[in-house]
């Protein structure tokens, strides 16, 4: 690596300060931080310092989401040969996913770091590592048709309008890859839902039959799936929402390293099954329900992109609560929410998106309150002569 530093650094000398490509040393500055780690520390002021970063960070989501990723080209393929042919090789599922979703990958790092490299410039700030994990959120969340400009203007509208315009990484109040997938679903509907646009299609075939389980489910069909299919994801969804069980390694592997918090992850499952189980419960009530309300408590977890969103997206630590009891109460709604959406708006079923999105609102609300119930507390406990100095976790 040592060369690439000496390239780097004789590459480097146009951008110093005062020479003439100086006003875009922030896009040298981002190639340079992305490759070696940043050598520089604070010298005044205090500070707490040890070896994580925000490349750190955005990189150990990265490695959390890249099992999902393979499982989910592989998936893709095998969705569409297994209806036009009878046998289907692995590597040849593979290949046929990867070439539909790697495209869609590129054109999502291609729009979206050229317009935060040329936010960055415009400003006059260095270029942060965040978009590293939207870049690969945003077309996992897609459908697999989705048409590549469509996709890009999806970006352009989550970077500027999502994240920019509040002042880039870490001053977004909303999730920047649900803002792209809000808009495409709003701005493009026919090629955000319906029977179809889940599964690759070909020139040769009129239709391919694929729509997701909860699809089905609102249109009052049955499903053929059993319950280990939809954990371990062999079924129609977006490109990477459906494997249960990748996702809960990858939620595994986020709470271990600290990088995701287990109180959201947590209390959005509760949510969910509390949900779950109102539903599940009506009948016994005398409560006529529908396909959806008899669905069982535990397949609402395994289906859609529930799972995914919660692990993925609701322990974005910039726009979820902060506080402790924050994030319970946070993850708690997204769970309750998600469900009561999918359920009773049948023209959209599936609704984790607009619940994580509703408490990205809310959030810093949640925190307001929680703060506020704590120094009251503290006021109170002073007044009748309890010791000041005890710590109460927020």
């Known amino acids: 690596m040592e060369w690439i530093r000496q390239k780097l650094d004789k590459f480097k000398k146009p951008f110093a300060k005062g020479e003439k490509l100086e006003k875009y040393s922030p896009a040298y500055n981002a ?38 990723l393979l499982f989910s080209m592989w998936n893709t393929g095998y969705q569409y040969l297994k209806q036009v ?24 790092y291609a729009v979206g770091l050229g317009i935060e490299f040329a936010f960055a410039i415009f400003r006059g700030h260095d270029v942060n590592e965040g978009y590293l994990v939207t870049g690969l959120l945003i077309p996992m969340i897609m459908p697999v048709g989705l048409p590549l400009w469509m996709l890009a203007i999806s970006v352009v509208f989550a970077v500027i309008i999502g994240k920019e315009a509040f ?4 001053m977004n109040i909303l999730n920047p890859a649900l803002t792209a997938r809000a808009f495409a679903f709003f701005a493009y509907p026919t090629y955000m839902s319906g029977n179809g646009v ?31 299919d939809m954990f371990m994801g062999v079924i129609p969804g977006s490109v990477s929402e459906t494997s249960a069980a990748l996702i809960i390694l990858g939620a595994l592997f986020l709470i271990l390293t600290k990088v995701g918090s287990w109180r959201i992850i947590l209390s959005s499952l509760i949510g969910a099954v509390v949900m779950g189980l109102i539903f599940n419960a009506l009948p016994a009530l005398g409560v ?20 995914f969103g919660i692990v993925y997206m609701a322990t974005d630590p910039v726009s979820a609560s902060q506080t402790t009891k924050g994030k319970w109460i946070y ?64």
Request: aromatic share 8%.
């Open 31 to 68: 190639i340079d931080t992305f490759l070696f780690t940043p050598n520089h520390t604070t010298r005044k002021g205090a500070h707490i310092r040890d070896a994580v970063d925000l490349k750190r960070v955005m990189i150990t989501v990265v490695l959390a989401l890249l099992p999902v």
């Open 85 to 108: 042919q009878p046998e289907v090789d692995f590597w040849e599922a593979f290949g046929h996913g990867a070439m539909e979703i790697l495209p869609m990958i590129v054109v999502s």
């Open 167 to 170: 002042g880039g990484t870490g």
């Open 198 to 228: 889940w599964v690759m299609n070909a020139s040769d075939l009129d239709a391919v039959s694929g729509e997701t389980i909860l699809g089905s489910l609102a249109a009052g069909q049955e499903i053929s799936y059993e319950t280990m």
């Open 288 to 307: 006529e329900g529908n396909m959806l309300t008899n669905f069982p408590w535990y397949n609402h977890l395994l289906v859609g992109g529930l799972m």
């Open 331 to 394: 993850g708690f709604l997204i769970g309750f929410l998600s469900v009561m959406i999918r359920v009773f708006n049948p023209a959209y079923p599936e609704g984790v998106m607009l619940a994580i999105l509703l408490m990205n609102v809310f959030a810093p609300t949640i925190d307001h309150y929680v703060i506020s119930a704590n120094i009251k507390r503290r006021v109170k406990r002073k007044k009748e002569g309890i010791n000041p100095q005890v710590k109460t976790v927020v």
